[in-house]
Protein backbone atom coordinates (compact mmCIF):
# COMPACT_ATOMS: atom_id res chain seq x y z
CA UNK A 1 0.00 0.00 0.00
CA UNK A 2 1.30 3.30 -1.06
CA UNK A 3 0.12 6.81 0.72
CA UNK A 4 0.52 10.10 0.02
CA UNK A 5 -0.82 13.37 1.62
CA UNK A 6 -3.24 15.67 -0.06
CA UNK A 7 -3.11 19.21 0.43
CA UNK A 8 -6.82 20.02 -0.54
CA UNK A 9 -8.54 17.48 1.86
CA UNK A 10 -5.47 17.92 4.25
CA UNK A 11 -5.44 13.40 4.85
CA UNK A 12 -3.44 10.74 3.90
CA UNK A 13 -5.12 8.79 1.09
CA UNK A 14 -4.06 5.69 -0.65
CA UNK A 15 -2.25 5.32 -3.97
CA UNK A 16 -4.74 3.09 -6.90
CA UNK A 17 -1.55 1.79 -8.75
CA UNK A 18 -1.05 0.46 -11.76
CA UNK A 19 -0.10 -2.82 -12.37
CA UNK A 20 0.50 -3.14 -8.44
CA UNK A 21 0.58 -7.48 -8.56
CA UNK A 22 2.72 -7.42 -11.52
CA UNK A 23 5.30 -4.81 -9.90
CA UNK A 24 5.49 -6.69 -6.37
CA UNK A 25 5.76 -10.39 -8.31
CA UNK A 26 9.16 -8.83 -10.30
CA UNK A 27 10.71 -6.48 -7.48
CA UNK A 28 9.98 -8.54 -4.26
CA UNK A 29 10.83 -12.08 -5.27
CA UNK A 30 13.74 -14.24 -6.94
CA UNK A 31 12.26 -15.46 -9.84
CA UNK A 32 10.81 -11.73 -10.92
CA UNK A 33 14.24 -10.04 -10.42
CA UNK A 34 15.74 -12.65 -12.17
CA UNK A 35 13.29 -11.50 -15.39
CA UNK A 36 13.80 -8.21 -14.66
CA UNK A 37 17.60 -7.94 -15.16
CA UNK A 38 16.73 -10.28 -17.94
CA UNK A 39 13.95 -8.76 -20.16
CA UNK A 40 12.07 -6.08 -18.13
CA UNK A 41 14.68 -3.60 -17.73
CA UNK A 42 16.29 -3.79 -20.89
CA UNK A 43 15.28 -1.29 -23.85
CA UNK A 44 13.90 -3.61 -26.54
CA UNK A 45 11.11 -4.36 -23.97
CA UNK A 46 10.01 -1.14 -23.15
CA UNK A 47 10.49 -0.79 -27.27
CA UNK A 48 8.11 -2.89 -27.78
CA UNK A 49 5.33 -2.23 -25.51
CA UNK A 50 5.98 1.90 -26.69
CA UNK A 51 5.81 0.67 -30.30
CA UNK A 52 2.51 -1.29 -29.26
CA UNK A 53 1.07 1.84 -27.47
CA UNK A 54 1.29 3.86 -30.72
CA UNK A 55 -1.00 1.63 -32.31
CA UNK A 56 -4.59 2.14 -33.29
CA UNK A 57 -5.26 -1.32 -31.86
CA UNK A 58 -4.04 0.11 -28.06
CA UNK A 59 -6.66 3.03 -27.94
CA UNK A 60 -9.44 0.28 -26.98
CA UNK A 61 -7.95 0.20 -23.96
CA UNK A 62 -8.26 3.59 -23.00
CA UNK A 63 -12.01 3.56 -21.94
CA UNK A 64 -11.43 1.10 -19.43
CA UNK A 65 -8.15 2.92 -18.66
CA UNK A 66 -9.95 6.33 -17.80
CA UNK A 67 -13.02 4.11 -15.99
CA UNK A 68 -11.05 2.15 -13.53
CA UNK A 69 -8.93 4.99 -12.19
CA UNK A 70 -11.46 7.96 -12.65
CA UNK A 71 -9.63 9.81 -14.52
CA UNK A 72 -10.96 13.45 -14.76
CA UNK A 73 -11.23 13.72 -18.30
CA UNK A 74 -12.91 17.43 -18.60
CA UNK A 75 -9.20 19.30 -17.95
CA UNK A 76 -8.30 18.07 -21.19
CA UNK A 77 -8.64 19.03 -24.65
CA UNK A 78 -9.74 15.59 -25.73
CA UNK A 79 -12.50 14.27 -23.53
CA UNK A 80 -13.11 11.54 -24.89
CA UNK A 81 -11.74 8.28 -25.55
CA UNK A 82 -12.50 7.71 -29.01
CA UNK A 83 -10.95 10.95 -30.06
CA UNK A 84 -7.54 9.71 -29.43
CA UNK A 85 -5.50 7.53 -32.04
CA UNK A 86 -3.11 5.54 -29.93
CA UNK A 87 -2.71 4.36 -26.27
CA UNK A 88 0.61 7.26 -26.42
CA UNK A 89 -1.69 9.70 -27.73
CA UNK A 90 -4.19 9.71 -24.92
CA UNK A 91 -0.91 9.38 -22.48
CA UNK A 92 0.57 12.55 -23.97
CA UNK A 93 -2.76 14.51 -23.37
CA UNK A 94 -3.03 18.24 -23.16
CA UNK A 95 -4.95 20.30 -20.27
CA UNK A 96 -7.23 22.95 -22.07
CA UNK A 97 -5.85 26.22 -21.79
CA UNK A 98 -7.81 27.10 -18.43
CA UNK A 99 -5.69 24.41 -16.73
CA UNK A 100 -2.39 25.83 -18.26
CA UNK A 101 -2.54 29.18 -16.04
CA UNK A 102 0.21 29.72 -13.68
CA UNK A 103 0.79 32.05 -10.26
CA UNK A 104 2.93 34.59 -12.38
CA UNK A 105 4.32 36.16 -8.71
CA UNK A 106 7.55 36.19 -9.45
CA UNK A 107 8.66 35.05 -5.54
CA UNK A 108 6.63 32.16 -5.88
CA UNK A 109 7.87 28.60 -7.03
CA UNK A 110 5.26 26.33 -9.20
CA UNK A 111 5.03 22.96 -9.83
CA UNK A 112 6.73 21.93 -13.19
CA UNK A 113 3.92 19.17 -13.69
CA UNK A 114 1.18 17.07 -11.93
CA UNK A 115 2.68 14.02 -9.59
CA UNK A 116 3.37 13.11 -6.06
CA UNK A 117 6.40 15.44 -4.49
CA UNK A 118 9.38 14.33 -1.97
CA UNK A 119 11.57 17.32 -1.12
CA UNK A 120 14.62 17.60 0.44
CA UNK A 121 16.67 20.78 1.87
CA UNK A 122 20.49 20.95 2.16
CA UNK A 123 21.48 18.03 0.55
CA UNK A 124 24.53 16.25 0.52
CA UNK A 125 25.18 15.46 -3.30
CA UNK A 126 26.82 12.58 -2.33
CA UNK A 127 24.08 11.10 -0.61
CA UNK A 128 21.06 11.85 -2.10
CA UNK A 129 18.23 10.36 -1.03
CA UNK A 130 15.95 7.88 -2.79
CA UNK A 131 14.76 6.23 -0.20
CA UNK A 132 15.13 5.49 3.56
CA UNK A 133 18.71 3.72 3.63
CA UNK A 134 19.29 3.98 -0.17
CA UNK A 135 20.98 7.27 -1.44
CA UNK A 136 22.53 7.94 -4.65
CA UNK A 137 25.05 10.53 -5.94
CA UNK A 138 24.51 13.47 -8.18
CA UNK A 139 27.27 13.22 -9.76
CA UNK A 140 26.46 9.93 -10.44
CA UNK A 141 23.01 10.99 -12.00
CA UNK A 142 24.04 13.28 -14.36
CA UNK A 143 28.07 12.32 -15.02
CA UNK A 144 29.26 16.20 -14.59
CA UNK A 145 30.82 16.67 -11.21
CA UNK A 146 31.51 20.72 -11.72
CA UNK A 147 27.81 21.15 -12.49
CA UNK A 148 26.78 19.06 -9.23
CA UNK A 149 28.92 20.86 -6.90
CA UNK A 150 27.38 24.04 -7.76
CA UNK A 151 23.80 22.39 -5.75
CA UNK A 152 25.94 21.10 -2.59
CA UNK A 153 23.51 22.22 0.19
CA UNK A 154 20.87 22.92 -1.96
CA UNK A 155 17.24 21.73 -2.63
CA UNK A 156 16.19 18.39 -4.36
CA UNK A 157 12.02 17.97 -5.58
CA UNK A 158 11.37 14.68 -6.60
CA UNK A 159 8.30 14.52 -8.95
CA UNK A 160 6.91 11.27 -9.39
CA UNK A 161 4.38 11.00 -12.06
CA UNK A 162 2.13 7.53 -12.10
CA UNK A 163 0.44 6.26 -15.25
CA UNK A 164 -2.91 7.81 -14.18
CA UNK A 165 -1.36 11.73 -14.60
CA UNK A 166 -0.76 14.32 -17.06
CA UNK A 167 2.70 13.37 -18.52
CA UNK A 168 3.67 16.75 -19.43
CA UNK A 169 5.87 19.22 -17.98
CA UNK A 170 6.64 22.61 -17.57
CA UNK A 171 9.70 25.26 -16.82
CA UNK A 172 9.11 27.34 -13.64
CA UNK A 173 10.25 30.28 -14.44
CA UNK A 174 11.13 32.67 -17.30
CA UNK A 175 14.94 32.54 -18.88
CA UNK A 176 16.94 30.20 -20.64
CA UNK A 177 17.61 26.56 -20.89
CA UNK A 178 20.39 24.46 -22.21
CA UNK A 179 20.12 21.74 -25.03
CA UNK A 180 19.41 18.40 -23.17
CA UNK A 181 22.04 15.90 -22.39
CA UNK A 182 21.05 12.74 -22.88
CA UNK A 183 22.05 9.48 -20.74
CA UNK A 184 21.24 6.04 -21.97
CA UNK A 185 20.76 3.17 -19.50
CA UNK A 186 17.82 0.52 -18.40
CA UNK A 187 14.15 1.11 -18.13
CA UNK A 188 13.46 0.09 -14.31
CA UNK A 189 9.78 0.75 -12.90
CA UNK A 190 10.14 4.27 -10.88
CA UNK A 191 7.38 2.94 -8.33
CA UNK A 192 8.20 3.35 -4.66
CA UNK A 193 8.53 -0.31 -4.63
CA UNK A 194 11.08 -0.29 -6.88
CA UNK A 195 12.71 2.29 -5.75
CA UNK A 196 13.10 0.24 -2.08
CA UNK A 197 14.20 -2.69 -3.97
CA UNK A 198 16.56 -1.55 -6.47
CA UNK A 199 19.84 1.11 -5.64
CA UNK A 200 20.76 3.87 -7.38
CA UNK A 201 17.70 3.20 -9.51
CA UNK A 202 17.15 6.81 -11.24
CA UNK A 203 21.65 6.83 -11.61
CA UNK A 204 20.90 3.51 -13.41
CA UNK A 205 18.04 4.26 -15.93
CA UNK A 206 17.44 6.40 -19.03
CA UNK A 207 18.11 10.22 -18.91
CA UNK A 208 17.94 13.64 -19.70
CA UNK A 209 18.86 16.69 -18.37
CA UNK A 210 19.47 20.52 -18.74
CA UNK A 211 19.92 23.80 -16.81
CA UNK A 212 17.71 26.88 -17.02
CA UNK A 213 19.12 29.74 -16.05
CA UNK A 214 15.83 31.29 -14.55
CA UNK A 215 14.80 34.94 -13.91
CA UNK A 216 13.86 34.72 -10.06
CA UNK A 217 15.69 31.16 -9.33
CA UNK A 218 19.05 31.40 -10.51
CA UNK A 219 20.12 27.91 -12.79
CA UNK A 220 17.68 24.86 -12.18
CA UNK A 221 18.55 21.40 -12.79
CA UNK A 222 16.10 19.72 -14.89
CA UNK A 223 16.94 15.96 -14.96
CA UNK A 224 13.81 13.71 -16.59
CA UNK A 225 14.28 9.87 -16.00
CA UNK A 226 12.45 7.34 -17.93
CA UNK A 227 11.31 4.62 -16.62
CA UNK A 228 9.23 1.07 -17.73
CA UNK A 229 7.53 0.71 -20.63
CA UNK A 230 8.55 4.66 -21.28
CA UNK A 231 9.11 4.81 -24.87
CA UNK A 232 10.73 8.26 -24.64
CA UNK A 233 11.24 11.50 -23.15
CA UNK A 234 10.36 14.30 -25.63
CA UNK A 235 11.03 17.53 -25.43
CA UNK A 236 9.35 20.37 -26.73
CA UNK A 237 11.65 23.62 -26.58
CA UNK A 238 14.06 24.72 -28.17
CA UNK A 239 17.95 25.01 -26.57
CA UNK A 240 19.46 28.51 -26.22
CA UNK A 241 15.67 30.04 -26.88
CA UNK A 242 14.10 32.11 -24.57
CA UNK A 243 11.11 30.30 -22.45
CA UNK A 244 8.30 31.50 -20.16
CA UNK A 245 7.46 30.65 -17.01
CA UNK A 246 4.67 27.81 -17.28
CA UNK A 247 5.76 27.10 -20.58
CA UNK A 248 5.77 23.61 -22.01
CA UNK A 249 9.36 21.84 -21.72
CA UNK A 250 8.38 18.05 -22.53
CA UNK A 251 6.30 15.29 -22.19
CA UNK A 252 7.04 11.58 -21.57
CA UNK A 253 5.04 8.81 -23.73
CA UNK A 254 3.53 5.40 -21.65
CA UNK A 255 4.89 4.53 -18.33
CA UNK A 256 5.14 6.26 -14.97
CA UNK A 257 8.34 8.50 -14.99
CA UNK A 258 9.86 10.77 -12.80
CA UNK A 259 11.06 15.08 -12.52
CA UNK A 260 13.70 15.88 -10.27
CA UNK A 261 14.44 19.61 -9.98
CA UNK A 262 18.07 20.81 -8.34
CA UNK A 263 17.90 24.01 -6.82
CA UNK A 264 21.19 25.85 -5.68
CA UNK A 265 21.35 26.87 -1.91
CA UNK A 266 19.44 30.12 -0.31
CA UNK A 267 17.43 30.40 -3.59
CA UNK A 268 13.90 29.05 -1.93
CA UNK A 269 11.79 27.64 0.40
CA UNK A 270 9.51 24.65 0.35
CA UNK A 271 6.43 24.71 1.75
CA UNK A 272 6.19 23.42 5.44
CA UNK A 273 3.55 20.64 4.62
CA UNK A 274 5.80 19.34 1.99
CA UNK A 275 8.51 19.21 4.31
CA UNK A 276 7.05 17.67 7.14
CA UNK A 277 6.09 14.44 5.07
CA UNK A 278 8.94 14.47 2.89
CA UNK A 279 10.69 14.01 6.39
CA UNK A 280 8.79 11.05 7.11
CA UNK A 281 8.96 9.45 3.58
CA UNK A 282 5.55 10.61 2.64
CA UNK A 283 4.63 12.20 -1.27
CA UNK A 284 2.30 15.16 -1.48
CA UNK A 285 -0.05 15.21 -4.20
CA UNK A 286 0.67 18.46 -6.25
CA UNK A 287 -0.66 19.73 -9.53
CA UNK A 288 1.30 21.73 -12.48
CA UNK A 289 1.24 25.60 -11.57
CA UNK A 290 0.72 25.01 -7.73
CA UNK A 291 2.78 26.95 -5.32
CA UNK A 292 5.02 25.20 -3.71
CA UNK A 293 7.35 27.09 -2.04
CA UNK A 294 9.23 30.87 -2.52
CA UNK A 295 12.05 32.51 -3.19
CA UNK A 296 14.42 33.59 -0.78
Known amino acids: MISYYDRKTKSLETEKVVGDKSIKAIYCNPLGKGLLEL ?19 SAKKIDNFIKEYDINMNRYKKELSFEFNSFNDFFARELKPEYLKVDLNENILISPC ?39 GGTCLVFRLCPTDYHRFHFIDDGICSAPTK ?26 WSVLSSKNFNEVLYVEVGATCVGSII ?39 ILKYSSDGVETLVSFGEAIGKKL
Open 39 to 57: FVKKRLFTKLYGSYCDTEY
Open 114 to 152: DGKLLAYTNIDIENIIQVKGITYSLKELIGDDILASKYS
Open 183 to 208: IPGSYYSVNPIALENKAKLFCQNKRE
Open 235 to 273: QSYDGGKEISRGEEKGYFKFGGSTVILFLKKDICSIDED
